[in-house]
């Protein structure tokens, strides 16, 4: 809280939301396809993140002192990505979004097999972190686009939108599990995931191409 006092410029209280024409702007086709994406996004992320010990431990067998460098270095890939995924979207909201989301569902894929040695593991970890995290910044600012009418509302309900794909993401982890797929499947079902928030990224392009930036 500190650190955000000094650093956030100092501003005014802004005008009174009219909520009723901010509610009317969250149900336009382009904003509930886009908080869906979010949905989606997120419930890739956590349906590996929410099992990520026991994953680790069945493909690789690791150790409790294994699975706690692998977490760092996933923190360190959320660092990056997070970078990544904020330069880039300034450039393209929407080909740093599909990007990364196609760079998630190679990494996602490839898990169960990379993890099965530490070097493997480690790069993985990293690189799913990475991935996971630069779609963050994309989501977000395409629900801010096609809902510019309603900022305050949309980023809130966009954040909402996140954990609900977070329990989602959770509960088909979970699903795979009770399922008996074992627990090598689940980073592929977060592939699934993502690639279903893909495909509606490109549906959603084709409907309405992206504006060019201003930076370009």
Known sequence: MVALFFSLPAGGAGEKPEVRKELAVLMRPQVLSALLTTVLGAGAMF??????????????????AFVTAMLVLIGVGFSLGNFLGGKLADRSVSGTLKGFLL?????????????????????????????TFAVVPPLQMRVMRVASDAPGLSSSVNIGAFNLGNALGAAAGG??????????????????????????????????????????
């Open 103 to 131: 760079l998630l569902i190679a990494i996602m894929v490839a898990i169960p097999w990379l993890a099965r040695n530490e070097v493997g593991a480690a790069f993985a970890m990293v690189v799913w972190g990475m991935a």
């Open 47 to 64: 349906t590996l993140y929410t099992y990520i010990a026991p994953v680790l431990h069945d493909i690789n067998q690791a150790t409790p």
């Open 175 to 216: 699903a795979v599990i009770s399922g008996g797929l074992g627990y090598s499947f689940v980073p592929v079902m977060g592939a699934i995931i993502a690639a279903l928030g893909l495909l509606l990224v490109l549906m959603a392009d084709r409907k309405q191409p992206e504006p060019v930036c201003a930076a370009e």
